[in-house]
């Protein structure tokens, strides 16, 4: 083992001196590293880091105690946690107070560990260690859950943009629909209007006797066919459009439209025999 150098006070101030060198001489007093010494020893380990020049530490505590920074680290750390509370850490061995005084035990893992020393149990290393993957894992699923819970709300928000964009092209189709039913209600309006001026008497077609259409030149058959059944659509029109309820006229109208079509059309047929003769 090599010969530990002894710590240079003399780099030191007086007031310096003061705090480090009776610091050293209660530090070794407790090393025994019960819990409340070990708070008493982070205690004055961070009162001398504080005082002393920034460098100067890690040689005065090599030359004080052989202690490394990491050790001296663990020592603080356990005093800044719990400092104050030595009647209750007094139940855990040195190894376990340093787990607990990482920074990366979470305060969970602490009360956990109060808990079950507490109620009689020994709170080991191994203890403390599982419960930490055990918390660990429990936040990971509270952010996985998290994670989840914004791309469902990411996805509500989309759909209700979606939603709110379809409800306004919905809102302006309904507009125009209205108004079109509106034009098309004044447009009928117009034309009831008109046939309720005029009468069913208007739409007659004023037609003259069978024997005045003697001299009136023949027409093929298949065009008087075609000129009847344009008048039977438009008959047909007339009623539709005018709500006409009185048909009587238009029928007697029809008939003899009937009549004088068949006639010229046996005349139609008498001239073609002629012809062919």
Do not use: C
């Amino acid at each position: 083992m090599n010969a530990v150098t002894p710590f240079n006070y003399d780099t030191l101030i007086k007031p310096m001196i003061e705090v480090a060198k009776p610091a050293a001489e209660r530090i070794r007093l407790r090393m025994r590293r019960t819990a409340e010494d070990i708070i008493a020893i982070g205690q004055d380990l961070a009162r001398v880091k504080r005082a002393i020049p920034h460098g100067s530490f890690g040689p005065w505590i090599q030359a004080e105690f052989e202690m490394t920074e990491r050790t001296a680290l663990r020592f603080i750390q356990v005093a800044e946690r719990f400092h104050g509370k030595s009647d209750i850490m007094s139940d855990f061995n040195p190894t376990v107070l340093y787990q607990l005084a990482a920074p990366s035990t979470p305060d969970e893992v602490v009360g956990m560990a109060v808990e079950a020393a507490d109620s009689g149990e020994l709170v080991t290393a191994e203890d403390v260690k599982n419960w930490k993957d055990e918390i660990r894992q429990l936040k990971q699923k509270h952010q996985e859950k998290q994670a989840d819970f914004k791309t469902q709300v990411a996805t509500l928000e989309l759909d209700l943009k979606n939603r709110s964009t379809r409800n306004a092209e919905l809102t302006k189709e309904l507009q125009s629909a209205r108004k079109e039913r509106d034009t098309l209600h004044n447009d009928l309006e117009q034309l009831k209007q008109e046939s309720d001026r005029k009468g069913p008497e208007d739409i007659y077609v004023e037609l003259k006797p069978a024997h005045q259409l003697e001299h009136v030149p023949v027409l093929p058959k298949a065009t008087l066919m075609a000129l009847l059944g344009e008048m039977e659509l438009a008959l047909t029109a007339k009623h539709s459009v005018f709500h006409i309820n009185d048909l009587k006229p238009i029928q007697t109208s029809l008939r003899s439209i009937l009549q004088t079509v068949e006639n010229a059309m046996l005349n139609a047929d008498y001239g073609i025999t002629e012809e062919e003769k």
